[in-house]
């Protein structure tokens, strides 16, 4: 990115809408016109694949589908495979937050309907032939599980296996589920790539996020399990975490399957070659995930209840990043740096030349010279008043941090409740120096802890399920924004 810039994190769920969940709908382009308005030129979001367990879209069953629950409902409505009785049956009552269990007893039934009255079988199957790496499997995969109605690991051995005979069968018992599948992931990569234009028109970037891993129960470990270190009856032999950090004092036991980099490197450049592409057509700009874990990761003995009985192995480091370079080369990248990182880990991301993150809400240690604090942020890297992964400005503030580290805060960002502390926070990190700035649209409306996105380490309803309200998207607030952004030269 040229020049000084800024923008807003949101993920799509996070959006506004009748319909239970955020959409790439008219509400996600009226968010796009307020981000314009603003002068904001990035509108980060979170991953657009499906979510895995506890809703999380850093445990997918896909490394490259996009997420059915966000399809626009008016869009498939204006397309006639749905009708304004069922749209009306579809609202949700919670416009404050993403009830899943809801979601996934109402949304797949009427999906269904649309898909029987859609009779344009030649564009799904131009979009199936367009998409050869990935798309047969997933849809096969997304038919089997509903089927079966269990996780990979406990699916019948031939399935499992792969062997042609079974899959041949499945395919014939299946084929109508099978085409759902497409016809879900052709409506979806068709309504991004709209979404996504529109944005460019308005002179936004996307600024994508890519999960390092996927989950175990996933199309990718199914139909290429040599990719990963699995046991003889495919079951992970070790999965992904990290030890302790600022994140969790006990460190963070995720279970992703790892990658199995010493067996099938060359495969697995390959795949991630792949994984690039695709992610080059969806983001102007990508947020790699742990990116640590390419140099050095976590791993955990299958069957280790903490993530405290890992210990770190050699990941494929910088020849994946010149491999990456090769293949996409104008697709910017940002390295997500956070957490335990040592002087060699420190010294690969600075090889990598890629920017990595800041984040205001470590910064304000009153005895120390943080590297996180604006004045000692560098040009090239991007900093956060927070993310999807820490408490909000707001709540920070006034729950997690310690009375010194306030004070410090207040003091150094001229903190003052008139002019509402979230906004400070924005002022301290769009003065820094970094190229560009980025805020959580939690920290732009000074919200609390009721509007966090995730708490690592932890499962339940309130993670990866907040929401904004139309309401809050008004003209103060990306007139207000518009100021910040013109007063620091980022607009």
């Not at 997918?60 to 397309?79: I, K, R, T, V, Y």
């Not at 690592?456 to 309401?471: D, F, I, L």
């Amino acid at each position: 990115m040229k020049g000084r810039s800024s923008g807003i994190l949101l993920p799509i769920f996070s959006l506004p809408g009748a319909y239970g969940i955020g959409s790439l709908g008219g509400e996600a382009r009226r968010f796009i016109d307020f981000l314009a308005d603003a002068h904001q030129h990035v509108w980060q979001i979170l991953p657009l694949v499906p979510t895995g367990s506890g809703d999380s879209p850093y445990m997918s069953p896909s490394a490259f589908a996009g997420n059915p629950w966000f399809l626009d409902l008016e869009d498939l409505a204006a397309l006639g495979l749905l009708t304004r009785e069922e749209l009306s049956g579809a609202r949700c009552p919670d416009p404050d937050h993403v009830d899943y269990a809801w979601l996934h007893a109402t949304r797949l039934p009427l999906l269904r309907r649309a898909w029987a009255r859609d009779s344009d079988r030649a564009s799904r199957t131009a979009f199936l032939e367009s998409q050869p790496g990935w798309l047969s499997d997933h849809a096969l995969f997304c038919a089997l599980h509903d089927r079966l109605g269990q996780s990979l690991d406990q699916w019948p051995d031939a399935i499992r296996r792969r062997e042609p005979d079974a899959l041949n069968r499945c395919r014939r018992e299946l084929s109508d589920e099978i085409d759902f599948q497409i016809f879900l992931q052709y409506h979806f990569f068709r309504q991004w790539r709209s979404l996504k234009a529109y944005a460019n028109d308005k002179d936004i970037s996307i600024l994508g996020d890519l999960p390092i891993y996927v989950s175990a129960d996933s199309a990718q470990v199914w139909a290429h399990p040599e990719l990963f270190q699995l046991d003889e009856n495919f079951l992970p032999s070790a999965v992904a975490g990290v030890p302790p950090d600022a994140f969790s004092e006990v460190g963070q036991h995720w279970g992703n399957p790892l990658y199995d980099w010493a067996g099938h490197r060359e495969a697995l450049f390959l795949w991630w070659g792949e994984r690039m592409k695709n992610a080059a057509l969806l983001y102007d700009m990508v947020r790699i995930d742990h990116f640590r874990g390419l140099h050095t990761y976590w791993s955990i003995p299958a069957g280790a209840e903490h993530a405290l009985e890992g210990h770190w192995e050699p990941g494929p480091g910088q020849a994946l990043l010149n491999y990456l370079a090769s293949e996409v080369p104008k697709l910017e990248l940002i390295a997500e740096d956070l957490g335990d990182l040592d002087e060699s880990t420190r010294e690969f991301i600075t090889r990598s030349g890629l920017p990595g993150m800041k984040i205001l809400v470590y910064a304000f240690d009153p005895v120390g010279e943080s590297a996180y604090l604006p004045h000692n942020c560098p040009r090239d890297a991007v900093i956060y008043t927070g993310t999807h992964d820490t408490p909000t400005f707001v709540q920070w503030l006034f729950d997690e941090a310690a009375p010194a580290e306030r004070e410090f805060a207040s003091r150094y960002l001229r903190l003052r409740a008139d002019e509402g502390f979230g906004w400070g926070a924005l002022c301290g990190a769009w003065m820094s120096p970094c190229r560009l700035a980025v805020a959580p649209l939690q920290d732009v409306l000074g919200l609390g802890a009721d509007a966090r996105i995730n708490a690592p380490g932890t499962m339940g309803p309130k993670n990866w399920s907040w929401r904004v309200r139309s309401a809050a998207l008004n003209p103060d607030v990306s007139s207000r924004l518009r100021e910040i952004t013109r007063t620091y030269r980022r607009g």
